[in-house]
């Protein structure tokens, strides 16, 4: 034993990447439905920390992994966070930030009648919220290690406390949900009819219901692209597409009949190709705005956007890992194939130039002073101003040649090794102090952090389905933006299987992030001013 802590203590890398390697092992034990994820990464450095008291993980390695992982969120959620600043999603994040701050001063309440360092307390309040990035401001507000005590106890409950929730409130008031509808629709009609004004195929489209789009035309026994100048004649075909089944039945009756096969099976024309979008060019970019190759008649019947078939539109921009569905002459597929790129491969890929520049900007602004009257000046840090600037460059996705956005599945790895890399060096330089805390006060801070959870939760659900009335699946995504782990996300839409949640934890986790680093960072000024 002897040998091991002088082996962990003496070689930090070693130290770190065995954190990491046996928490995500960890991490993956269910009990009764519930494990820590990524989480167990903190608690297996803590252990390795107490056992090798000499294990310190200098230098910014953990800060660089937590702007690796803010970074990530914010390029995923910028669109979803500035849309939910209007409309309702103001009511919703107006209900998180009450909650939140309710779970701050609940902190500081119970900290302050038992005694609990300040330290303690705001770790508290951010391990209950399993929020890092409150976990960052609290050490640099404290300028020591008692944040991430408090933090790596009250963990645990932040993680398990609000799927209590979900499911004991699911229980009680058992919500239906209608069936997920399909987001794209085709169907082939023959026309027996036009209306008046609908010569053209110009003229028609304009007079077909909202949301129908024209993929092909079937004139003369031969399969043709839509052209707005085409004449067209009874017996003509066309091919349609649409988000609902209703407009597919509603434009049917308005021109003649549904006759399925008559397009599809000739394929002498048009070819149906699926392309893998691999090509940064064409990304950020509305669909109308993106040239398509001299010569060359392409046209985009679907994109299949990570598991949803969504029609195109003209406003619609491609991301990198889009599969787009294609008509096109046979002889030109390889000409289309090029123009998309269609390689796999590029979904783990990204620009180390936008995410180079993107960061510098976060850092950078996390060092601007604001003055707050009465108080000083606060940061928003490395928690909070890399989070800022990756959800502005998200809502922006291009900037003249520079794209700023990523695939989704580089954006998971990208964050989930940060955030693993962060955590490890947490846990590692706080193993020592928190055996020595939890030996005393474990018991005392346990419930506090339970306290501080359930006071948050308790009132985005309480208030928001009594009181606000907020559609359950709305709710549960409000909640689990509120609290922020990505566990209780995905417990919430097994609660409420619609897509609802998702929307919700983008809009809110972002701004109740900002809203627990800067909280913390006041009251860290006030007490240190003190």
């Given at each position: 034993m002897a040998f091991v802590s002088e082996l962990i203590g003496t070689q930090p890398i070693l130290a770190i990447f065995l954190a990491i390697g046996l928490g995500y092992a960890v991490?993956?034990?269910?009990?009764?439905?519930?494990?820590?994820?990524?989480?167990?990464?903190?608690f297996v450095g803590l252990f390795l920390g107490a056992i090798a008291p000499k294990a310190q993980i200098a230098g910014p390695i953990g800060l660089i992994g937590l702007i690796m992982f803010l970074y990530g969120?914010?390029?995923?959620?910028?669109?979803?966070?500035?849309?939910?600043?209007?409309?309702?999603?103001?009511?919703?994040?107006?209900?998180?930030?009450?909650a939140v701050v309710a779970g701050l001063l609940v902190a500081l309440f119970f900290g302050w009648i038992f005694g609990v360092r300040l330290g303690h307390t705001l770790g508290l309040f951010a391990g209950s919220m399993t929020s890092t990035a409150t976990l960052q401001a609290a050490l640099d507000a404290m300028k020591n290690n008692e944040p991430s005590i408090g933090y790596s106890v009250a963990y645990p409950f932040g993680v398990i406390g609000p799927i209590l929730c979900f499911y004991f409130l699911t229980r009680k008031v058992k919500p239906s949900f209608p069936p997920k509808p399909a987001r794209f629709h085709m169907g082939e009609i023959t026309i027996e009819r036009l209306p008046d004004g609908g010569g053209t195929l110009g003229k028609l489209m304009s007079l077909l219901p909202e949301g129908v789009q024209v993929a092909t035309v079937r004139q003369e026994h031969r399969n043709?692209?839509?052209?707005?100048?085409?004449?067209?004649?009874?017996?003509?075909?066309?091919?349609?597409?649409?988000?609902?089944?209703?407009?597919?039945?509603?434009?049917?009756?308005?021109?003649?009949?549904?006759?399925?096969?008559?397009?599809?099976?000739?394929?002498?024309?048009?070819?149906?190709?699926?392309?893998?979008v691999s090509k940064a060019a064409l990304t950020g970019r509305k669909l109308d705005e993106i040239p398509m190759p001299a010569g060359t008649e392409i046209r985009i019947l679907h994109i299949r956007r990570y598991d949803v078939d969504v029609v195109p539109s003209p406003d619609l921009m491609l991301e990198i890992g889009d599969r787009v569905g294609v008509l096109v002459p046979a002889d030109q597929i390889a000409v289309a194939r090029a123009h998309f790129g269609d390689t796999v491969k590029s979904a783990a890929e990204f620009s180390y130039?936008?995410?180079?520049?993107?960061?510098?900007?976060?850092?950078?602004?996390?060092?601007?002073?604001?003055?707050?009257?009465?108080?000083?000046?606060?940061?928003?840090?490395?928690?909070?101003?890399?989070?800022?600037?990756?959800?502005?460059?998200?809502?922006?996705?291009?900037?003249?040649?520079?794209?700023?956005?990523?695939?989704?599945?580089?954006?998971?790895?990208?964050?989930?090794?940060?955030?693993?890399?962060?955590?490890?060096?947490?846990?590692?330089?706080?193993?020592?102090?928190?055996?020595?805390?939890?030996?005393?006060?474990?018991?005392?801070?346990?419930?506090i952090g339970a306290l501080v959870l359930l006071t948050t939760v308790g009132i985005v659900l309480?208030?928001?389905?009594?009181?606000?009335?907020?559609?359950?699946?709305?709710l549960l995504g409000v909640a689990s933006g509120a609290t922020g782990n990505p566990a209780i996300l995905v417990y919430a839409t097994r609660m409420a299987p619609t897509e609802r949640p998702d929307i919700g934890y983008a809009m809110i986790f972002p701004s109740a992030t900002i809203v627990k680093v800067i909280a913390v960072q006041i009251i860290g000024l006030i007490a240190l001013g003190g």
């Open positions: 991490g993956q034990i269910n009990i009764l439905g519930f494990s820590l994820g990524i989480g167990a990464v903190l969120i914010g390029i995923l959620y910028g669109r979803q966070f500035f849309e939910g600043l209007t409309g309702p999603g103001r009511i919703y994040n107006l209900l998180a930030l009450v043709r692209l839509p052209d707005p100048d085409l004449e067209l004649h009874i017996g003509d075909a066309l091919m349609i597409a649409g988000d609902r089944a209703e407009v597919i039945a509603e434009t049917a009756a308005l021109l003649g009949r549904l006759d399925p096969g008559r397009i599809a099976k000739d394929r002498a024309d048009l070819a149906y190709q699926r392309f893998f130039v936008s995410v180079g520049f993107g960061m510098v900007l976060g850092v950078l602004l996390g060092l601007v002073p604001i003055p707050i009257p009465g108080v000083g000046t606060v940061t928003l840090g490395i928690g909070g101003g890399p989070l800022i600037v990756a959800l502005v460059l998200g809502r922006l996705r291009r900037t003249g040649p520079i794209s700023w956005v990523m695939p989704l599945p580089a954006n998971i790895v990208l964050r989930n090794f940060g955030l693993t890399l962060f955590l490890a060096a947490v846990g590692i330089n706080s193993g020592q102090a928190f055996v020595t805390t939890v030996a005393s006060q474990g018991p005392l801070l346990l419930i309480g208030v928001g389905f009594y009181v606000l009335k907020l559609p359950y699946d709305d």
